[in-house]
Nanobody, 119 residues
Framework: QVQLVESGGGLVEPGGSLRLSCVAS????????MGWWRQPPGKEREFVAA????????SYADSVKGRFTISRDYPKNATFLQMNRLKVEDTAVYFC????????????WGQGIQVTVSS
């Protein structure tokens, strides 16, 4: 079992930047992929970005392409989400999640962290 802990959220003005971090403990070396999801107020959880744990493949939601960048640090078993040019509609609880094997889907989730974009 992999435990996930997110950090880096907070309040930022529109146009600002934040960097979210997620550290995985446990069997992180056996992961297939890690990703970020978010749940805006009153809405369903939605996909933001993901990367293969091994390899260079990444994917992004259309709403964040060109503004958000996902990256990782193997020695630290960590994944990061650099969020630039933030918009009010990016306000949400952000979750880190893992895919343990190809085709399994996201089965392990962090506790979530609040990101608020407001002037």
């Amino acid at each position: 079992q992999v435990q996930l802990v997110e950090s880096g959220g907070g309040l930022v003005e529109p146009g600002g930047s934040l960097r979210l971090s997620c550290v995985a403990s446990g069997r992180a070396s056996r992961l297939y992929a890690m990703g970020w999801w978010r749940q805006p107020p009153g809405k369903e959880r939605e996909f933001v970005a993901a990367h293969r744990w091994l390899g260079s493949e990444t994917s992004y939601a259309d709403s964040v392409k060109g503004r958000f960048t996902i990256s990782r640090d193997y020695p630290k078993n960590a994944t990061f989400l650099q969020m630039n040019r933030l918009k009010v509609e990016d306000t949400a609880v952000y979750f880190c999640a893992t895919v343990p094997s190809q085709g399994s889907g996201y089965t392990n989730w962090g506790q979530g962290i609040q990101v608020t974009v407001s002037s």
